[in-house]
């Protein structure tokens, strides 16, 4: 209950940040998907990819980048939904996260889309090996707020 009174609160003490470049989560998180999704990595806003991306995601959890991120099928269930129902196709900045992603592509990495690309190609190639980088995939290193979806460039800090 106290969860549900707090989101708008946040966004009101926040309107900036949410009409620009606002918190890229929806409105509405999914528990199971912040606790599963966000076990081994920042849980990644639905927002960034396709629809078609999060279903092969969620159809091969076995085989996840390497690791076994498989779930029971119910919580797959649950947690294909709320992807689906929060994808990049939904989201109020589709059109530029979808540019350059060809109909028939899924892609698996936020990181490989162009829209990523273009977003951090003022980033240079060592930066992203630095120690406390490690990889692209490591938002958490630089967006300070990415565990509540805000990658305000006003909060990044790159790490040395
Ligand atoms: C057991 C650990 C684990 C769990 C649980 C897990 N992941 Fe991952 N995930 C990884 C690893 C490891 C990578 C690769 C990270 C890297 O390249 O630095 C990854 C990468 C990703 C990427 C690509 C990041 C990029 O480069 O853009 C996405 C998207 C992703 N995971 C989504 C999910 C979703 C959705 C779930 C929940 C169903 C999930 N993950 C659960 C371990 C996990
Ligand atoms: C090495 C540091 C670094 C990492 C790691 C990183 N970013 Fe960024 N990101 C930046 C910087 C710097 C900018 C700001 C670029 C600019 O000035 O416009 C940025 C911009 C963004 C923006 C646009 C913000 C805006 O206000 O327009 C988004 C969204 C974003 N990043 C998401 C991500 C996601 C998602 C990940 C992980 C999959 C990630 N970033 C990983 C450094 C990083």
Redesign the pocket.
């Known amino acids: 209950m106290k969860k549900l009174l707090l989101l708008p609160l946040v966004f009101a003490a926040a309107p900036a940040l949410a009409d620009s470049?606002g918190s890229?989560l929806p409105a509405a998180a999914n528990p199971k998907w912040k606790a599963e999704c966000g076990a081994c990595h920042v849980a990644?806003?639905p927002a960034?990819l396709p629809e078609r991306s999060w279903r092969k995601m969620m159809g091969s959890l076995e085989r996840h980048f390497g690791d076994d991120a498989s779930l029971d099928p119910a919580s797959v269930k649950e947690i294909t939904d709320f992807l689906a129902q929060n994808s990049a196709e939904r989201s109020s900045r589709s059109a530029k996260i979808l540019r350059g992603i060809g109909p028939a592509d899924a892609p698996q990495r936020?990181?490989e889309t162009p829209w990523?690309q273009r977003?951090?190609d003022?980033?240079r190639a060592d930066?992203?090996k630095r120690p406390k980088?490690g990889s692209?995939?490591?938002?958490t290193?630089?967006?300070t707020g990415?565990e509540k979806g805000d990658?305000?460039?006003d909060r990044?800090r790159?790490p040395r």
Do not use: D, G, Q, R
Request: hydrophobic share 45%; glycine share 0%.
């Open positions: 470049h890229t990644y806003p960034l936020i990181t990523f977003k951090h003022e980033i930066v992203w980088v692209a995939a490591n938002c290193a630089c967006h990415a990658y305000n460039e990044v790159i």
